[in-house]
């Protein structure tokens, strides 16, 4: 019998269309699940994600941001702290005045004590033409920026504003100006200089004495002594040794006492004054006699006297002895003469 058509069986598809079925699937089955499940990680399903949460519930979370709009350096209320902190600072003005005739380099040393504003200018006059003129600024071999210049005439002005605020801001600073030869003004910051007593302090064994070392104009924020034991500083600690105290009626000065001074104490003391912007120290020698010491001169004036006496004795001694032969020579001479004068009558 022959089969009807309508009845007839279906067939297969070929072997090499059923991966192609598959793949498409697997894709719909793919899609629908993603237009329902949105935010899923596209490596863990919602269940296996739900139960890892449930899992580590219990762990501490870690919060990171990178903020893009803040400065690389110092973020925005830091910048105004600092600009209103300086804002109130003294300001330092301080010129040179340069020729093109000038033979030596011109130099002006300033005593900075504390933070300030400082504002160097440099005033060159030439016959030339101004506008020809080199201009730098530096700081030791650091060349600097951000400096003006104005010219007015033949007189060319240059300045340049900054401010110290700690100890690496010190130092020189120096404008050149080159036209057919180089002029260099120079500005010497420092801190205020300390002083002391230049000439050795002289005392005895058992007496006290006290080494003072003051400051003029000036008001340090501490001072320490130390003294000097062949090249390194040993610091005085007065809380260790009793004989040692360290006072000072103002702030600008300091006066180290020292008690029962024995030959040991002798040497060199240094007093240190701190300041904002540095440091400054002077040197007190102190040199410490026995009382034998001061009996030496005298002892050899006394040696002397004696030794003196003693020549003059002997000289006295020598010239009597001869005085007395002198006189026993004439006598036996008289006596001779007048034996033979005895003689000559008898006969």
Not at 158 to 179: A, D, H, P, R
Not at 323 to 340: A, N, S, W
Request: aromatic share 8%; charged share 20%; proline share 5%.
């Amino acid at each position: 019998m022959r089969a009807l058509p309508g009845l007839r069986g279906l067939r297969g598809p070929p072997p090499l269309q059923l991966p192609l079925l598959l793949l498409c699937l697997l894709a719909a089955v793919r899609r629908s699940w993603a237009d329902g499940n949105t935010t899923a990680s596209p490596l863990t399903s919602l269940p296996i994600r739900e139960e890892m949460m449930t899992k580590y519930s219990n762990l501490s979370l870690g919060s990171h941001n990178i903020s893009l709009t803040a400065s690389p350096l110092t973020t925005l209320p830091i910048q105004e702290e600092m600009m209103t902190k300086y804002s109130n600072l003294p300001l330092e003005s301080h010129n040179i005045t340069l020729t093109e005739h000038s033979s030596v380099p011109a130099e002006k040393n300033i005593t900075l004590e504390q933070p300030s504003k400082i504002k160097l200018t440099c005033q060159f006059t030439t016959s030339g033409d101004v506008n020809s003129v080199n201009v730098t600024w530096r700081k030791g071999d650091e060349q600097l920026e951000n400096y003006c210049i104005n010219v007015t005439g033949n007189i060319l002005y240059t300045q340049y504003m900054f401010t110290i605020i700690n100890g690496k801001q010190m130092g020189s600073y120096s404008c050149f100006l080159e036209e057919e030869k180089e002029q260099r003004g120079t500005f010497n910051f420092r801190v205020p200089e300390v002083q002391g007593k230049h000439k050795p302090l002289i005392t005895y064994v058992g007496d006290s004495t006290v080494l003072i070392c003051k400051c003029q104009h000036c008001s340090p924020l501490n001072w320490t002594w130390y003294s000097s034991n062949g090249s390194i500083q040993v610091p005085v600690d007065v809380h260790v040794n009793d004989k040692y105290a360290i006072n000072g009626t103002n702030a600008n000065e300091t006066r180290l006492k020292i008690m029962q001074l024995s030959e040991e104490d002798k040497g060199s003391y240094w007093c240190h004054a701190v300041f904002q912007l540095g440091e400054s120290q002077e040197r007190v020698e102190l040199v410490v006699l026995s009382y034998l010491v001061p009996l030496k001169p005298f002892l050899g004036i006394a040696v002397e006297v004696i030794i003196l006496v003693a020549i003059i004795l002997f000289c006295e001694m020598y010239t009597q002895k001869k005085k007395m032969h002198t006189d026993d020579g004439k006598e036996f001479e008289q006596v001779e003469q007048l034996t033979g004068n005895q003689m000559i009558a008898t006969a």
